[in-house]
């Protein structure tokens, strides 16, 4: 079946997060309740919306800083379930900004995305007295309707994210997610997109059905990978906790260790220590920086691998992804 792009369908998915939050007062914007209404009554706020083909489905209500594997893997396969739709042009994911460059990171590992997945947010709730959420929503749909756009895509304050550079990087300000050196993808706003780079090359290796497809979507919990930070006085006691606690908890063992390092991936000398001793016991090190902007230049005499561009919560989902599939 042929669909012209006018006629394909958007399907919007709702998760949660502040776009769907209330408070008791239009004036808190920050002492509200998160994923408290529908996508449903999100979308009847916007009249633009009346006739659109739309599909809409409420996947899970959950303020972002408690996501988990669960509603990951739910979200995960109603995408591919929706993206494998020929009459389906795009979908939309409302979504809380807390963990938003998380779970996009995790699409993109795992859906072959071909055609735009845009997830979108506000940083105020649904009863401020100007939200930012409609908006968002709408350019997220300008977004899913442009000719030719395609991969895991981040919506707020008129600026489009790739879900590999963005990160939050302000705790208020409606312009709340950077993508550091490499810049926003493209711009949107009054129903317009600008692009300025290429959109990202579809990158998730896993097919429905396939081995690792499956391995991921069935999986109870992810590998056990946890970030440590290194800092001034660092020293080894969180390592040798976790070392002592995988002895003792061999069901619950910690698989992987991701640092996050100083300035271009620099590890205190005592922490760096014991994560040798990680390693030499079999648990999969990573160097990241806990830098907000720059990659981790390699360079001779490192003893613990770096991931170049992953920012530390990022390196966990690539880390424990890889275990999974070991
Ligand atoms: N805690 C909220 C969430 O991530 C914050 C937000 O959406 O802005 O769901």
């Known amino acids: 079946m042929n669909v012209s792009l006018a006629q394909q369908r958007v399907v919007v998915l709702g998760t949660g997060g502040t776009i769907a ?29 009346e006739g659109l083909a739309l599909d809409v489905e409420q996947v899970a209500q959950v303020d972002s800083k408690d996501m988990t594997l669960g509603v990951w893997q739910t979200l995960a396969r109603r995408l591919a379930f929706h993206l494998a739709r020929p009459d389906v042009g795009a979908v939309v994911v409302t979504h809380g900004t807390d963990t938003l460059e998380e779970t996009a990171f995790f699409l ?3 859906l072959d995305a071909q055609k735009p997945v845009v997830l979108t947010c506000a940083m105020r709730p649904a009863t401020a007295l100007v939200p930012d959420g409609p908006q968002n929503l709408v350019d997220a749909m300008v977004l899913a309707r442009h000719p030719g756009t395609c991969g895991v895509l981040i919506v707020c304050a008129g600026r489009v994210h790739g ?22 993808l493209a711009t949107v706003g009054e129903g317009l997109v600008r692009q300025f ?63 996050a ?4 991936g620099t590890v205190h000398a005592r922490l760096e220590e014991a994560l040798s001793r990680a390693q030499e016991q079999g ?32 390196a966990r989902i690539a880390l424990a992804l890889e275990l999974l599939g070991e």
């Open 21 to 49: 939050g209330r408070a008791s007062s239009a004036a808190d914007g920050v002492g509200y309740t998160a994923a408290q209404v529908t996508v449903q009554d999100l979308l009847a706020s916007i009249p633009a919306y």
């Open 261 to 264: 390092g100083t300035g271009n």
């Open 283 to 314: 648990v999969r090190v990573v160097r990241t920086t806990r830098c907000a902007a720059g990659p981790v230049i390699p360079h001779a005499g490192q003893v613990l691998t770096d991931v170049r561009q992953l920012s530390p919560v990022k």
């Open 163 to 184: 879900a590999g550079e963005v990160a939050k990087a302000h705790t208020y300000r409606l312009d709340a997610f950077d993508s550091g050196d490499a810049g926003p």
């Open 108 to 110: 993109q590992c795992v």
């Open 197 to 259: 780079r290429a959109w990202p090359e579809p990158s998730g290796l896993l097919k429905p059905g396939a081995p690792a497809w499956d391995r991921v979507m069935n999986a109870h919990e992810l590998p056990g990978v946890v970030v440590l930070t290194s800092h001034a006085d660092a020293d080894a006691t969180q390592v040798n906790a976790l070392l002592d606690h995988s002895a003792s908890h061999p069901a619950s063992a910690v698989r992987g260790m991701v640092v």
